[in-house]
Nanobody, 115 residues
Framework: QVRLVESGGGLVQPGGSLRLSCAAS????????MKWYRQAPGKERELVAS????????YYIDSVKGRFTISRDIYKNTVYLQMNSLTPEDTGVYHC????????WGQGTQVTVSS
């Protein structure tokens, strides 16, 4: 049974950092592209970052380039999103995603950037 469980969200001041984790079970994430999405209040969900199975190639939305880093630990079967220099515009619910036949989503973790 495929399952994704996110953690690591919270309230942080502008300029702060958080590291999100997405623990995967039921499949080996090294064999699938993994993605982080976020949904801000009143906005559509957007793809923030992804990591491919092809040489671990990474993609980032322009607004997070240079601040966010996606990585994976194949031994822990976990994907991470390191978020630095956070701004209020980064506020939202962050979900990880894997397409293992079907699209699977975690329950999400709330990130709030506010002073």
């Amino acid at each position: 049974q495929v399952r994704l469980v996110e953690s690591g969200g919270g309230l942080v001041q502008p300029g702060g950092s958080l590291r999100l984790s997405c623990a995967a079970s039921g499949f080996l994430l090294r064999s699938y592209s993994m993605k982080w999405y976020r949904q801000a209040p009143g906005k559509e969900r957007e793809l923030v970052a992804s990591i491919s199975t092809v040489n671990g190639a990474m993609y980032y939305i322009d607004s997070v380039k240079g601040r966010f880093t996606i990585s994976r630990d194949i031994y822990k079967n976990t994907v991470y999103l390191q978020m630095n220099s956070l701004t209020p515009e980064d506020t939202g619910v962050y979900h990880c995603n894997a397409r293992v036949g079907f699209d699977y989503w975690g329950q999400g973790t709330q990130v709030t950037v506010s002073s």
